[in-house]
C-alpha cells in the first residue's frame, strides 16, 4: 500500500488530514493503541507543519505519505520551508517530558525509528517507522528448542549440504540459529523477528544466504546488508551450528554472497569487527580487508560476548573494507593535521588519493540524522555542506545528548566536498575528533567520519590485532583527547 496526500499550509485542510490518516491506519493490522498513536502524530506533525514551515502569509506545500513495504509501515511528512525550524522540530522529537506530550501525542512505544532529514532551503521532513512484524522467535510455536549452542557438541554425520539464498519459509529457522548463537546479543534485533527476515530479503534490503543440510536443516547463515546508500554492502548475521563446522560452509556461503555483490556491480564490502577480542580482525586481515576506520563505543557496554566478561566500557569495532572492483583516484579535502594518517589509509587501501585545500561552504547544507535511543548511539550525515552546517551539527548533537540521551555521536561529511576540511575543523571546537574513512558509504562517494563521546573511553579494552589497528585506534584516541581538552 502506497498513499500520498498533497495539501497547503491552510488549518482547514486537517479535519482532511485526519481522515486519510485515521482511515488508512485502521486498515493496517496494528493494535488499536498503535493506530491512534500514529494517528496523533501524522495529525500533530502536519499541523506543526502548517503553522510553522512557512513564514506568516506565504503559501506553501505540505506532503504526507503512508506507505506499507512488506511489513514495514512508513509515515513521512514533508514540508519545503523555512530550514531552522529543523531545531524545533528536533527538540519535540526528543523532550523528556511523559510520552503523552512526546511525539505529537503518540507513544514512543508506538513507533520503531524516528529521523528527522533537513533539506537547507527546501525544508524539513520527519519520518517514522514502525514494523507490523513484531513476533520474537522466542514467541514461535516453531522455536520450542532455542537452548544455546554447545561448542563441544558431537559433529553431524558427513553429508552434501546445499549453499544458496534463503527461502521466506526458513527465515524462523535462521531466527533460531541466530539466537542459538548469540542468546538475544546480536547487534541488529531484526534477525529474531522471523517475519523481518523474510521482509528484509523481499525488499532487497538484506539478502540472506543459507547452507542447508540433507534433511533440510539450516545449519548456516550469512548476509549481505544493503543499510549504505553508496555501492556497497555490510557482511554479517553470519552463524554455523557447531555441529556442522570444519566442513568450509561459512566460506561457501561468504563466496555466494560475494558473488551476487559483484553482480549486482557493488564496489565493496565492509565488516564491523568487535573489539572485545581480535578475532573478527584477524579473519578481516587474512581475507584482504583494509582497516579504514575505528567506531568508538559504537554498543552499550551491556553487548554480550562468548567467553569474555562483563564489559567494563562501551564497545568499539574496527571497520574494514574489502573491494570488488578497482578502486579509482580520490580527490579529499582534509584539514592538514589528517593528511598523513588519511594518506596512509588509502594507501593501504591500494588507492591513489590527492588533496585539496578546499574553499569555506556558502549558502545552506542538508543534515539526515538516525537515531538508536535502545544503544545511545547516533548518526549525523550531512551529504550537502553549507556555512550552516557546523551550526546546524552542534545543534541537533546537543538535542540528542541532553535529551534522547545519546552516548555517542558520529558525523558523516563527503570527503570531496571543498567546505568538509573547514566543516571539520569547527566541529573539533564542539568536541568532534577523526575516526576514519567510510569508502563509497554515499552516492557521491567517500565520508570521513568524526564521533562524539559523553564519556572517555580506555584504551586497554579495546583489542588491536595488528599494528595497523593499533596505530589507528591510538591516533582516534589521541584525537579525542585533543578536542576534548578545547570544550
Not at 506545500?61 to 525550524?85: M, W, Y
Not at 517530558?97 to 527546501?122: M, Q, T, Y
Not at 577480542?277 to 568508538?296: P, Y
Not at 593501504?348 to 539526515?368: I, M, N, Q, S, Y
Request: aromatic share 8%; charged share 25%.
Amino acid at each position: 500500500m502506497q498513499l500520498e496526500l498533497q495539501l497547503t499550509n491552510d488549518e482547514r485542510v486537517l479535519p482532511s488530514v485526519r481522515a486519510f490518516a485515521h482511515e488508512t491506519l485502521r486498515q493496517v493490522p496494528l493494535s488499536p493503541g498503535d493506530a491512534a498513536g500514529l494517528e496523533k502524530l501524522v495529525v500533530g506533525a502536519v499541523e506543526d507543519a502548517v503553522a510553522h514551515a512557512y513564514r506568516p502569509g506565504e503559501e506553501g506545500a505540505i506532503k504526507l505519505s503512508i506507505n506499507d513495504t512488506h511489513g514495514r509501515l512508513e509515515l513521512l511528512v514533508r514540508d519545503f520551508g523555512l530550514p531552522q525550524d529543523v531545531a524545533d522540530l528536533e527538540r519535540r522529537l526528543h523532550a523528556e517530558d511523559d510520552s503523552a506530550d512526546r511525539l505529537f501525542g503518540c507513544p514512543a512505544s508506538a513507533i520503531n525509528e524516528v529521523h528527522w532529514l533537513a533539506f537547507g532551503p527546501e525544508g524539513k521532513a520527519l519520518q517514522v517507522r514502525k514494523w507490523l512484524h513484531d513476533k520474537s522467535i522466542t514467541e514461535h510455536t516453531e522455536a520450542a528448542n532455542l537452548a544455546p549452542f554447545v561448542e563441544s557438541a558431537p559433529l553431524a554425520p558427513q553429508q552434501q549440504y546445499t549453499v544458496r539464498r534463503m527461502q521466506p519459509s526458513e527465515a524462523v529457522q535462521v531466527s533460531q540459529l541466530m539466537y542459538r548463537t548469540y542468546g538475544g546479543t546480536y547487534f541488529n534485533p531484526d534477525v529474531y523477528y522471523p517475519e523481518r527476515v523474510a521482509a528484509h530479503n523481499a525488499n532487497g534490503s538484506v539478502i540472506s544466504f543459507v547452507a542447508v543440510a540433507e534433511d533440510g536443516y539450516v545449519a548456516g547463515h550469512i548476509a549481505l546488508e544493503l543499510n549504505q546508500p553508496g555501492r556497497v554492502a555490510e557482511s554479517g548475521q553470519a552463524a554455523v551450528d557447531p555441529a556442522h563446522r570444519g566442513r568450509g560452509l561459512l566460506e561457501r556461503m561468504k563466496e555466494l554472497a560475494l558473488e551476487v555483490a559483484t553482480q549486482r556491480n557493488l564496489i565493496g564490502w565492509y565488516a564491523d569487527a568487535v573489539a572485545v577480542h581480535e578475532l573478527t580482525q584477524k579473519s578481516n586481515v587474512n581475507h584482504g580487508g583494509k582497516l579504514t576506520g575505528v567506531e568508538l563505543g559504537i554498543s552499550p557496554k551491556t553487548e554480550k560476548f562468548r567467553g569474555f566478561g562483563e564489559q567494563t566500557q562501551r564497545v568499539t569495532c574496527l571497520l574494514y573494507f574489502h573491494w570488488l572492483k578497482p578502486p579509482t583516484e580520490r580527490t579529499v579535502c582534509l584539514p592538514p593535521r589528517h593528511r598523513d594518517l588519511v594518506e596512509l589509509i588509502y594507501r593501504r587501501l591500494e588507492c591513489p588519493v590527492k588533496f585539496t585545500d578546499g574553499v569555506p561552504p556558502t549558502g545552506h547544507g542538508t543534515l539526515a540524522v538516525k537515531a538508536d535511543p535502545g544503544a545511545g548511539t547516533a548518526f549525523i550525515r550531512a551529504d550537502a555542506l553549507g556555512a550552516d552546517t557546523v551550526h546546524a551539527v552542534r545543534h541537533a548533537k546537543r538535542e540528542l545528548v541532553e535529551r534522547s540521551h545519546a552516548q555517542v555521536v558520529f558525523v558523516e561529511l563527503p570527503l570531496d566536498d571543498p567546505g568538509t576540511a573547514e566543516v571539520v575543523a569547527g566541529l573539533a571546537a564542539f568536541g568532534f575528533g577523526f575516526a576514519g574513512i567510510a569508502p563509497h558509504f554515499s552516492q557521491r562517494g567517500d565520508l570521513v567520519r568524526l564521533v562524539y563521546l559523553v564519556e572517555p573511553l580506555a584504551r586497554e579494552p579495546i583489542k588491536t590485532y595488528d599494528a595497523d589497528a593499533a596505530q589507528l585506534v591510538d591516533y582516534v584516541l589521541a584525537e579525542q583527547d585533543r578536542v576534548r581538552a578545547g570544550l
